[in-house]
C-alpha cells in the first residue's frame, strides 16, 4: 500500500467534540426570530358567531320571559284569560295563582309547601276543620293572627300566628284582596274543598272587628265554629 492511501485513511471523519456541539446549538438558537409580545386578533368568524349567539339568547329571554312572573308557570293560571277583556277582576284560577304565589312566599315558612305543617309547632292545613269549616273563624286568624294552643284533628299545636290584615299591631299588612286570595287557595288545595273567600268578606269582618288590635285563642274563636 503506497504512502497517499495510508495517509486517505488516517483522515478519516472528524469525531465531534463536546464543544463544536455547543456552537452549533447556539447558532441556530441565534437565528430563531425573538418572541412576540402581546396577543393575537380574535379571528373575525368567531368574533361573529360570539356575538351572534348573545344577540339570539338576548332576543329569546326578553321574548319568552314572561315578565318574570311566576303566575305564568301556575299550572291552574290562564294566560289568555289574563290578557283578553278590560276587566280588572281576576278568573277563579287567577285568583288560585295569586293565593299560591303569596302563600309560597310567606305561610310555606310555617305550615310547609304541602301544608302539613311542622308537628307540634304549626297546624296543618291540608284536611283541616279549621280552614274547610267556617270563614269568618278563618278570615279572623289571617287578620289578626291567633295565640296559644289549638287542636286540629285530635292534635294540640301552640306557635304563634302573625296578624296580615291591616289592623292595629298587623304585622304584614296584606290588603283585603290579598287575604281573600290566599284563603281561597288553602281551602281549595291538598285535596281541600270549600267554597272561595271573597274579598267583600274580608271588607265585611274587618269592619266588624275594627276595633281588635290583638290577636285571637281559640276559646275566643268558638263561637265561629
Not at 269582618?205 to 276559646?219: F, V, Y
Request: aromatic letters at 8%.
Amino acid at each position: 500500500m503506497s504512502a497517499d492511501q495510508n495517509n486517505n485513511l488516517s483522515s478519516g471523519p472528524e469525531v465531534a467534540s463536546d464543544e463544536s456541539i455547543q456552537q452549533v446549538h447556539s447558532d441556530l438558537a441565534s437565528k430563531q426570530p425573538e418572541p412576540e409580545q402581546g396577543y393575537k386578533l380574535m379571528p373575525l368568524f368567531l368574533l361573529g358567531f360570539i356575538s351572534t349567539m348573545i344577540f339570539v339568547t338576548c332576543v329569546y329571554v326578553v321574548h319568552y320571559r314572561a315578565d318574570f312572573s311566576p303566575m305564568v308557570y301556575d299550572e291552574r293560571f290562564d294566560p289568555k284569560a289574563a290578557a283578553g277583556g278590560a276587566s280588572k277582576e281576576l278568573t277563579p284560577e287567577q285568583v288560585i295563582a295569586a293565593g299560591k304565589k303569596a302563600y309560597q312566599q310567606v305561610c310555606a315558612t310555617c305550615h310547609q309547601v304541602n301544608g302539613q305543617g311542622v308537628a307540634g309547632a304549626y297546624p296543618p292545613l291540608a284536611s283541616s276543620e279549621w280552614v274547610v269549616g267556617n270563614e269568618e273563624r278563618l278570615v279572623r286568624i289571617l287578620l289578626h293572627g291567633m295565640n296559644g294552643p289549638m287542636e286540629v284533628a285530635g292534635k294540640t299545636y301552640n306557635g304563634a300566628m302573625p296578624a296580615f290584615g291591616k289592623v292595629p299591631g298587623g304585622g304584614y299588612n296584606w290588603n283585603e284582596e290579598k287575604i281573600s286570595q290566599v284563603l281561597t287557595y288553602i281551602r281549595q288545595e291538598w285535596a281541600n274543598k270549600a267554597e272561595p273567600i271573597t274579598k267583600a268578606k274580608v271588607v265585611e269582618i274587618l269592619s266588624k272587628e275594627a276595633a281588635r288590635a290583638k290577636p285571637w285563642t281559640a276559646a275566643e274563636l268558638d263561637p265561629f265554629k
